[in-house]
């Protein structure tokens, strides 16, 4: 078959049904053709300027895009156009992974006309007459690259189209091609055998975190069992797998299930009995045939010999016995197994007595190496697996919680603490004995590995999925020191998000051994160039995809042929060595050369948490291995999902109605409103379970920023500009806390904490411009400043919405929003002393709110006593005395007040006054808290919000008092309780009524 011809056009717009009504969806379509006009998305080389280049895993072609996996996509592409505001040359290429089994597996169901799949097309605006194009893996895998690049520009993104690629292009393949020749070259690559995990209908898989090629089963480890074989009477041999094979010197008896059969599996002229899933196994790791069928009761009461003690002992049928498990076959050591024990349990008493009596204690465990959980479990007469049994108060066999933390503990305890007290290895740690009796056992022929799955792995197929040898496999080699070494050693270099995952590293990349490189089977990719018989690995083939991004621009314009791109033409452009292509003009080489050297090394690469151990260190290897350390990645961004009810989002959760499919999902809210919700409903660094009504909050908040925003802007000719100078002080405030906001979102952005971001744009920055307007704002050369800035601050995340807001007339006067400044906090003046001003108004509504909350009557009048100016003497010396090391205490402070001869006047009513204060939070704000103001400067303070006040409490009037001239409106005494820049409150009732009772405050 040939070569597919290079899509050299791209994907696509894809079909219409994605289409939003026209108040959302078409609006939104209105901007994303004004980016594809203005050729936002295209990166141009420009020496000199700084520049960002942000990747993301690309997503392999399985099935259709759901909301869950624009979380990841929408966040890069904010990260993008921030980059791209700061004034940055931004490159954001994407492309998709094409390599593997998931479009193979696509196809497989358009040909049987899967029902799901069909209707999927369907809506995707594919014809029953068009369907059989699709049952060929590669076309699908392209049809399904221009839905995902339909889906990306329908929420916003912009990224560079001319680099867009899939992993099955002529051009890429060469690309593959060259970076395994030069692996080899630099001895990255071995062979040697290995077992692999193996479909019987689709071929070798990837077993992974990323579920690349599979159903389920991703995080499935491969098992290693040592199956001993017991020889029968006969001849023939039982073989039993083992976890422990150092207890085989305490086997009692062998377990067999209860009912059904084994079946002969034979091997270089040895017969061996084992479960029908066992020999299965066997067939496919080890080779042999199977024979006869073994009914299990004719089996019971035969004795076996045990390998190494050569001692007899019985075979005996239990539940215990999982056929699917191992080999079908159990050694039984209860002295250190409780299912064992609890099994002997079971049995008549004539046959359990004798082998209760022969459970045979096969280590010690040193008590002052046990922490107490672990002493406590092991008390009292009996073996290990008799005290935990009873410890834990197993019940049975069918007591399977219980019995299973039971083997967990004695298992644990005994594997990190126990040593050996039979010969040969008395003394020896049950690790090392383990080690050598495996070896040993495997070595004379008394047993044979086996190897399965901890979990059951289904792939995309349906098939379950096994575990095959295979003897010539090639490995990229990341078990190598020196490779790993230089790995660890760049991580320190780099910026890593979150930073728990740049600790978490150095201990992944502990465990990364070598990895397979190729398969053999039906799947798509790039044949291997050593040997084309094997096609390079899905996840080996997705590792320095980022640079060849770049070349693939020339490939687009066609400046660049496919049979252009030789190993000699990427030694040159990727590393500088060798003379290059000669058949590529030395001009068109050279810049080929600049343009990577410009936008490498990548600045960040992007993806979800299922990559932490599957793609991003083969990343880093991949790269340190092929470049010069100039040209190393700089970054790794991990972002968690967008879960369903039940863990990570499945088409199941589509089509049960648990998530709604993507064009309903930018019919109902938009894109911007979606891109909202993902920024809103956690942090990057944390899962977050779909919510449709948290959705709809932030489609509804957009909306509403949108509304705020319009008025703002009018008479605005540029984006930039200082504020007028400001002489009020609720203007000096408002563009104070707009400063300390912006310096906030600026920093947000900077460690890609979105959430934080948007808290301050489109929840606190909404409050503050209610609050200017309701204390009576409208500076109007102020307001179009901080709507400047808040239209440019949200473009990241909410792109539409900025622009819409901007306009269509401004947007061609003066340019897109997305190619403005982002603003910085110097955009707005900050006065400290306005700040402060305006805290003291802040606890005062909280004072206000309180005392009205308690009162519970009506009340018509508020009378503020502003604190007496001597009050505010004496405040200032307490603070003084506490911060020069007087102790918080009231003999200390009054002291201190005796001291300052202006106070002496009112030092009978210093008592008093002190006990109004905390003295011990008095002293830890000693040092940061400002002088009070003068209590003329304090009381214009609280005459300047009399007006938002009575609006906001709903009051006839509020008064302002000073302290010394209230006697005749203080009945009561309240202002006696009034602190520097905290007012006594005194509510004023209705006018009373003969029997009312008297005024309260």
């Not at 410890?391 to 967990?408: F, N």
């Not at 078990?479 to 995952?501: C, N, T």
């Not at 905390?918 to 009381?939: N, V």
Request: net charge negative.
């Amino acid at each position: 078959m040939t070569e597919p011809t290079l899509p050299v056009d791209g994907p696509a717009d894809g079909p219409a049904h994605l289409s939003p009504p026209p108040d959302i969806g078409a609006r939104e379509r209105v901007w994303q053709g004004r980016w594809r006009e203005a050729g936002l998305g295209r990166a141009v080389a420009s020496p000199g300027r700084p520049k960002f280049m942000i990747v993301f895993a690309y997503p392999g072609t399985s099935g259709f895009m759901h909301i869950g996996h624009m979380r990841g996509y929408t966040v890069a592409d904010a990260i993008a156009r921030y980059h791209r505001m700061k004034g940055e040359e931004v490159f954001f290429p994407g492309g998709i992974h094409a390599s593997g089994l998931p479009a193979v597996t696509f196809s497989s169901k358009v040909a049987r006309r899967d029902t799901d799949t069909v209707e999927g097309l369907q809506l995707w605006g594919v014809e029953e007459k068009d369907l059989s194009r699709l049952e060929e893996p590669e076309a699908a895998a392209r049809f399904l690259g221009e839905t995902y690049w339909t889906v990306w520009e329908r929420f916003g993104m912009v990224m560079d189209r001319s680099a867009y690629l899939t992993t099955i292009d002529p051009d890429y393949r060469q690309f593959i091609r060259w970076q395994f020749l030069r692996l080899q070259k630099r001895g990255r690559l071995v062979q040697k055998p290995y077992y692999a995990p193996f479909c019987p209908r689709s071929g070798p898989v990837s077993v992974d975190a990323s579920e690349t090629d599979l159903d389920r089963g991703g995080n499935a480890e491969i098992v290693t069992y040592t199956a001993l074989a017991f020889r029968l009477t006969d001849g023939r041999r039982i073989l039993c797998a083992t976890l422990r094979p150092e207890t085989v010197y305490g086997v009692t008896n062998l377990w067999v299930p209860a009912e059904g059969s084994l079946v002969e599996w034979k091997h270089h002229g040895e017969t061996y009995l084992v479960s029908e899933a066992g020999a299965a196994k066997l067939l496919e790791q080890v080779g042999g045939e199977t024979g006869a069928t073994v009914p299990v009761d004719s089996l019971e009461g035969e004795q076996v010999v045990a390998p190494f003690t050569n001692s007899q002992v019985p075979l005996l049928r239990s539940a215990l016995v999982d056929p699917m498990v191992g080999t079908g076959a159990v050694m039984s050591v209860p002295a250190h197994a409780p299912a064992d024990w609890v099994a002997l349990q079971e049995l008549p008493e004539s046959r359990k007595a004798p082998l209760i009596a022969a459970a045979k204690v096969l280590l010690t465990l040193p008590a002052q190496r046990l922490a107490p959980s672990e002493r406590e479990l092991f008390q009292g007469e009996g073996p290990p697996a008799a005290q935990a049994v009873r410890h834990l108060g197993v019940k049975g066999l069918s007591d399977t919680e219980r019995l299973q933390e039971a083997t967990e503990r004695v298992y644990r305890a005994e594997h990190a603490h126990g040593e050996m007290t039979v010969d040969p290895y008395r003394g020896q740690s049950v690790e090392e004995a383990r080690a050598r009796v495996a070896e040993a056992a495997i070595s004379h022929e008394h047993a044979v590995e086996v190897r399965e799955f901890s979990e059951p792995v289904i792939c995309r197929c349906g098939e379950k999925v096994v575990i095959r040898r295979i003897p010539d496999q090639w490995f990229l080699a990341y078990g190598d020191r020196g490779w790993k070494e230089q790995v660890r050693g760049h991580l320190e270099a780099m910026r890593i998000f979150p930073s728990d995952y740049g600790a978490e590293l150095p201990g992944i990349l502990d465990w990364f051994e070598d990895r397979p490189a190729v398969r053999q089977g039906k799947w798509l990719g790039t044949p291997f160039p050593q040997d084309p018989r094997w096609i390079i690995e899905p996840i080996a083939d997705s590792t320095f995809y980022p640079a060849y991004y770049i070349v693939r621009r020339f490939v687009w314009d066609r400046r660049l042929k496919v049979e252009q791109l030789t190993p000699a033409f990427f030694d040159y452009v990727f590393t500088g060595e060798g003379p290059g292509e000669p058949s590529v003009d030395p001009a068109l080489l050279e810049e080929v050369r600049r343009e990577f050297l410009y936008f490498y090394p990548l600045d960040l690469n992007l993806g979800g948490k299922e990559h932490k151990r599957v793609h991003f260190p083969p990343f880093l290897y991949n790269h340190i291995a092929l470049l010069p350390a100039p040209l190393w990645p700089k970054g790794i961004f991990v972002h968690w999902w967008i879960t369903g009810r039940t863990g990570k989002i499945s088409k199941k959760d589509v089509k049960g109605g648990a998530v709604p499919p993507v064009d309903r999902a930018l019919a109902s809210w938009g894109a911007d409103g979606l891109r909202l919700y993902y920024a809103l409903a956690a942090t990057p660094f944390q899962d977050a379970e779909w919510d449709e009504e948290a959705c709809a909050r932030a489609a509804e908040r957009a909306q509403e920023v949108l509304k705020l925003l319009g008025p703002l802007l009018d008479g605005v000719q540029g984006f930039t500009g200082p504020s007028a100078s400001l002489s009020d002080h609720l203007g000096r405030w408002f563009s104070s806390v707009v400063h300390e906001l912006l310096a906030r979102v600026r920093l947000a952005f900077d460690d890609n904490d979105h959430r934080r971001a948007a808290e301050a744009l489109y929840v606190e920055l909404p409050t503050l411009l209610r609050r200017y307007r309701g204390r009576g704002g409208a500076d109007p050369n102020l307001l179009r400043s901080v709507g400047s800035a808040w239209l440019r601050a949200i473009a990241p995340i909410t792109p539409h919405l900025a622009e819409e807001a901007w306009g269509e007339e401004r947007a061609r006067k003066v340019g897109l929003v997305a190619r403005a400044q982002f603003p910085g906090p110097e955009e707005l003046p900050t006065y400290p002393e306005a700040m402060a001003r305006e805290a003291l108004v802040d606890r005062l509504e909280e004072d206000i709110a309180s005392l009205l909350k308690a009162w519970k009557s009506p009340a018509t009048e508020l009378r503020l006593f502003v604190a007496a100016d001597w009050k505010r003497m004496a405040e200032s010396t307490m603070r003084a005395a506490l911060q020069g090391g007087t102790s918080p205490d009231l003999g200390n402070l009054m002291k201190a007040l005796r001291a300052r001869e202006e106070l002496k006047p009112h030092l009978g009513e210093a008592p008093g006054f002190l006990k109004l204060y905390d003295l011990r939070e008095l002293a830890s704000e000693a040092s940061t808290t400002t002088e009070p103001l003068a209590s003329e400067q304090e009381a214009s303070v609280w005459k300047a919000a009399v007006p938002f006040l009575r609006e906001r409490f709903g009051l006839m009037e509020v008064q302002v008092v000073q302290e010394e001239r209230g006697k005749d409106l203080d009945p009561r005494g309240r202002r006696q309780r009034a602190r520097p820049g905290r007012p006594a409150l005194y509510l004023v009732e209705p006018a009373p009524t003969p029997d009312a009772r008297p005024p309260r405050g």
